[in-house]
């Protein structure tokens, strides 16, 4: 009978075969530990033409409205930054000090200086502001604060977007009927009680509804 010659030994391959297993597993594992430990954030809009339209803003709260203006938040920061300025005396390492632990606070939000600097701003409720609150009929409502303000808006070029809280449903509800009957398209997004407000670089599109 002819030599089947020698055996081959897969021992080795076998070996490497299951070490490359082993790995693949300790990396899902290690990512799906990751994925379920990472923060979930609420949308993120940010300023941008969506549908031929750019949002204001307004957030829903404690059964009360607050605008949230970019224009005044860039106002605050370029004041904030002027009065470091002169605090300092332009020594930019005494600058950099006072810029990381400022907040600012503008009509009901809280903000880091810091961050505001460079275009993100996440606002954080002041818990103990209040905003305006819808205590006439709507028929009544059309010389009210909320109204009012509608009339420096252009409903062909601007929608609102309303960030709403748990709380205040009907607020929204009735700042969404003055919106529609001024001819405002709306946008809506639910937040948690204490999330905060992002808007800048990095944000989520949000687009009239």
């Given at each position: 009978?002819?030599?089947?010659?020698?055996?081959?030994?897969?021992?080795?391959?076998?070996?490497?075969?299951?070490?490359?297993?082993?790995?693949?597993?300790?990396?899902?594992?290690?990512?799906?530990?990751?994925?379920?430990?990472?923060?979930?954030?609420?949308?993120?809009?940010?300023?941008?033409?969506?549908?031929?339209?750019?949002?204001?803003?307004?957030?829903?709260?404690?059964?009360?409205?607050?605008?949230?203006?970019?224009?005044?938040?860039?106002?605050?920061?370029?004041?904030?930054?002027?009065?470091?300025?002169?605090?300092?005396?332009?020594?930019?390492?005494?600058?950099?000090?006072?810029?990381?632990?400022?907040?600012?606070?503008?009509?009901?939000?809280?903000?880091?200086y810091i961050f505001a600097l460079v275009g993100?701003?996440?606002?954080?409720?002041?818990?103990?502001?209040?905003?305006?609150?819808?205590?006439?009929?709507?028929?009544?409502?059309?010389?009210?604060?909320?109204?009012?303000?509608?009339?420096?808006?252009?409903?062909?070029?601007?929608?609102?977007?309303?960030?709403?809280?748990?709380?205040?449903?009907?607020?929204?509800?009735?700042?969404?009927?003055?919106?529609?009957?001024?001819?405002?398209?709306?946008?809506?997004?639910?937040?948690?009680?204490?999330?905060?407000?992002?808007?800048?670089?990095?944000?989520?599109?949000?687009?009239?509804?």
């Amino acid at each position: 009978m002819a030599s089947q010659g020698p055996e081959l030994d897969l021992s080795s391959f076998t070996d490497i075969l299951t070490c490359i297993l082993g790995i693949l597993v300790l990396i899902i594992l290690l990512t799906g530990i990751d994925a379920s430990q990472i923060t979930v954030l609420v949308s993120t809009p940010k300023e941008h033409i969506g549908d031929d339209k750019s949002p204001v803003y307004f957030e829903c709260r404690n059964q009360s409205l607050f605008h949230i203006s970019t224009e005044n938040i860039k106002a605050s920061v370029d004041a904030k930054t002027q009065e470091i300025r002169e605090k300092v005396q332009e020594d930019e390492m005494e600058f950099m000090r006072h810029a990381e632990n400022a907040q600012l606070e503008i009509e009901g939000q809280s903000l880091s200086y810091i961050f505001a600097l460079v275009g993100q701003y996440a606002l954080f409720p002041v818990q103990e502001a209040i905003g305006y609150q819808f205590n006439r009929p709507l028929s009544e409502e059309k010389d009210g604060w909320f109204s009012d303000l509608l009339s420096s808006f252009d409903p062909e070029t601007q929608f609102l977007c309303f960030f709403l809280r748990p709380d205040s449903f009907r607020t929204f509800q009735q700042a969404r009927a003055v919106a529609w009957l001024r001819g405002f398209n709306v946008s809506v997004e639910l937040l948690e009680a204490r999330n905060p407000i992002r808007i800048g670089p990095g944000g989520e599109r949000v687009y009239s509804q």
